[in-house]
């Protein structure tokens, strides 16, 4: 649901205002993480030619990927991994998180075991978004009731500002 409301949210921004983003987002999903990252694999493989790098066959540049798993129960912070990823992404996200003020938590590696990591793989810069493991995992028990709405709009808020940032950037985040 944030992945559309997020798209929603920056097609109309792009259609009242064309020059506000300078880049383009491409949002994607796909299933088989618990698989072995299949989806995502299946998608890096078959749109980057080469082993290590961000040129996609068709000539793009791919400059970061920003993934979410599991964001919808926020309780004390929100966890963005992979800020190890590259060495603009510390104080990027501190910047935008002074006007989003959400409780975060910053881990470094970028070895996850969520589909981010297949284009870390392949060169690119990530950031994982994630609010941490609960009981209801991939149960039934896992049900609406049990989201936490108001966090979750705060973290589309950060994420918004964070995509709003990256199509606008000047220099293409380096690779760590």
């Given at each position: 649901a944030l992945v559309l409301a997020l798209a929603e949210r920056l097609s109309a921004r792009q259609k009242s205002d064309p020059n506000s983003l300078q880049s383009d987002i491409v949002f994607a999903a796909w299933s088989g993480e618990e698989l072995g990252l299949l989806?995502?694999?299946?998608?890096v493989s078959e749109v980057f030619p080469s082993a290590n790098g961000r040129t996609t066959r068709d000539g793009y540049e791919v400059v970061v990927c920003i993934n979410m798993d599991m964001v919808g129960r926020l309780r004390s912070k929100l966890m963005l991994q992979g800020v190890g990823s590259s060495s603009v992404w510390r104080e990027l996200i501190q910047k935008i998180n002074l006007r989003t003020h959400l409780p975060l938590l910053l881990h470094e590696d970028p070895y996850?075991?969520?589909?981010?990591?297949?284009f870390y793989l392949k060169g690119i810069p990530i950031i994982s978004a994630f609010t941490g493991a609960h009981p209801d995992y991939h149960s039934p028990t896992d049900t609406p009731e049990?989201?936490?709405?108001?966090?979750?709009?705060?973290?589309?808020?950060?994420?918004?500002?964070?995509l709003l940032e990256l199509a606008n950037v000047e220099s293409v985040p380096d690779y760590v």
């Open positions: 989806g995502s694999q299946h998608f996850l075991p969520t589909d981010a990591t297949s049990k989201i936490n709405y108001e966090g979750l709009g705060r973290i589309g808020s950060l994420l918004n500002e964070l």
